[in-house]
């Protein structure tokens, strides 16, 4: 009955891979979130979509490419990965965009060797 | 771009004692003002919040009030229990619908 559910919870990979982090809501809200926590737990917006449309993007490298397929999925695919990728990912959602509420899920945590 | 400064970083109190956590941000146009609390190994959870017509909300040990004037929001725990140790964050959101998370603030509660 988790609300917000990513995976994997830990990813571990050499540089230069290309991985993805899914993300999976069952709350039924129209707008999903990626945020990057960084070593010193600052936390900060990089996406959000809202009904599968790309609304923020924070200016993040376009190595990394959000994909909606549906409202209930946000998918966060990262290409040629680099040593300051290493982070905790976050995917949130809220039931409409802004002044709302966020659901967070549990973190991946990203480590790269 | 929006500026938010939470104070202080890291909190150290007595079991039973209260604990006061300062946000303070620059957009005058932010109306919702939330705080969150993040422990060890999870996602940040939403523990309290407020609206701009509200001056203060209360919520069993927790309350947060709001000054939109000098643009500072504080979220106040009495009566503190470890199990309240964790790391909080306030995210007032700015004027294009951004959720803008403060620096963080450590609080730990020593039985």
């Known amino acids: 009955d988790t609300a917000v559910s990513q995976t994997p919870k830990y990813l571990v990979t050499q540089m230069g891979n290309d991985k993805s982090i899914k993300c999976e809501q069952n709350?039924?809200?129209?707008?999903m979130y990626w945020y990057k926590q960084d070593s010193k737990k600052f936390l900060k917006i990089m996406f959000s979509y809202n009904n599968k449309e790309l609304i923020i993007n924070e200016t993040v490298p376009n190595r990394f490419s959000p994909k909606s397929p549906d409202k209930a999925h946000l998918n966060l695919h990262i290409n040629s990965l680099e040593l300051g990728d290493s982070a905790v990912y976050f995917c949130?959602?809220?039931?409409?965009?802004?002044?709302?509420?966020?659901?967070f899920g549990d973190g991946t945590r990203l480590s790269i060797l | 771009g929006e500026n938010v400064e939470q104070h202080p970083s890291t909190l150290s109190v007595q079991e039973g004692d209260s604990a006061v956590i300062k946000c303070t941000y620059s957009?005058?146009?932010?109306?919702?003002f939330p705080w969150y609390k993040q422990e060890l190994g999870k996602g940040p959870q939403l523990i309290i919040d407020i609206r701009s017509n509200v001056g203060e909300k209360k919520d069993q040990r927790i309350a947060v009030t709001l000054n939109k004037t000098a643009k500072h929001f504080s979220l106040h725990i009495t009566e503190t229990q470890p199990e309240d140790s964790a790391v909080y964050f306030c995210?007032?959101?700015?004027?294009?619908?951004?959720?803008?998370f403060g620096q963080g603030t450590e609080l730990s509660v020593k039985p």
């Open positions: 995210g007032p959101y700015n004027q294009g619908g951004k959720l803008i």
């Open positions: 949130a959602s809220s039931e409409i965009l802004g002044n709302q509420p966020q659901h």
């Open positions: 957009d005058s146009a932010s109306n919702y």
């Open positions: 709350l039924g809200h129209d707008t």
